[in-house]
């Protein structure tokens, strides 16, 4: 059975701090997507990873891949209190994504 | 809109009743995606379908649960029998198939009685 263990599970700073959030699994995954969801709505795609190494940035967000592909990171540079949000690592294995537990960011003005 | 719609939004039920969860893909989109969330944690894995077949329900508990995607219309998962452990959002998901993104629904959250 394919496992994604996201760390940590909740995290709390204040604006404009920088964070880190952390997938890790023990399998390889073909592709890893980050999402992240507001209460009361589904799941909204923010990066598609699928080479080892592979960094992608969006704005304030940089996205890695690790080079075994067996593990991913999420850091925010600058954070604002419209980060908050539940951020999910899914991993594309065996025709279904595989979810991590999520991570509960919260920003403080 | 032509998102991933999922009705009702918010679904009541008492124990033993059963429940429909309905979901129509993304416009163009023949694979569809169950997945159940319970609070505070990720979505897991429940059923796969494509169009009239069911491809992988390897998430899907044995009994109670069943799911369908008919050539027209939209896909139904349905709970049999409903006890309080069924409780939790239930999203679903399209794509176009292979790897491609899977766009979610924003759920049906069924709370039972």
């Known amino acids: 059975t394919q496992l994604l263990e996201q760390s940590p599970q909740f995290l709390s700073i204040q604006e404009g701090e920088n964070l880190t959030v952390y997938c890790n699994s023990s399998s390889v995954f073909s592709s890893l997507q980050w999402y992240r969801q507001e209460p009361g709505e589904g799941p909204v795609l923010l990066v598609t990873?699928?080479?080892?190494?592979e960094v992608k940035k969006l704005k304030r967000l940089t996205f890695q891949f690790g080079d075994a592909r067996k593990d991913s990171s999420l850091h925010i540079t600058a954070a604002q209190p419209g980060d908050t949000g539940l951020y999910l690592c899914?991993?594309?294995?065996?025709?279904?994504?595989?979810f991590g537990q999520g991570t509960r960011l919260t920003i403080n003005p | 809109n032509a998102g991933v719609m999922q009705n009702p939004r918010h679904l009541v039920r008492r124990r033993g009743q059963e429940a429909r969860l309905r979901c129509s893909p993304m416009k163009g989109h023949s694979h569809v995606y169950w997945y159940r969330q319970l609070p505070e944690e990720g979505l897991k894995f429940m059923v796969y379908l494509q169009k009239e077949n069911i491809i992988d329900e390897s998430g899907m508990p044995k009994e109670r649960f069943s799911a369908e995607f008919p050539k027209e219309g939209p896909s139904i998962l349905r709970i049999q029998q409903v006890v309080r452990g069924d409780s939790a959002a239930y999203f679903c998901?399209?794509?176009?198939?292979?790897?491609?993104?899977?766009?979610f629904g924003d759920g049906t959250r069924l709370s039972i009685l």
């Open positions: 990873v699928v080479t080892g190494g």
């Open positions: 899914a991993g594309w294995g065996a025709q279904k994504l595989v």
């Open positions: 998901a399209s794509s176009g198939g292979g790897n491609q993104p899977q766009h």
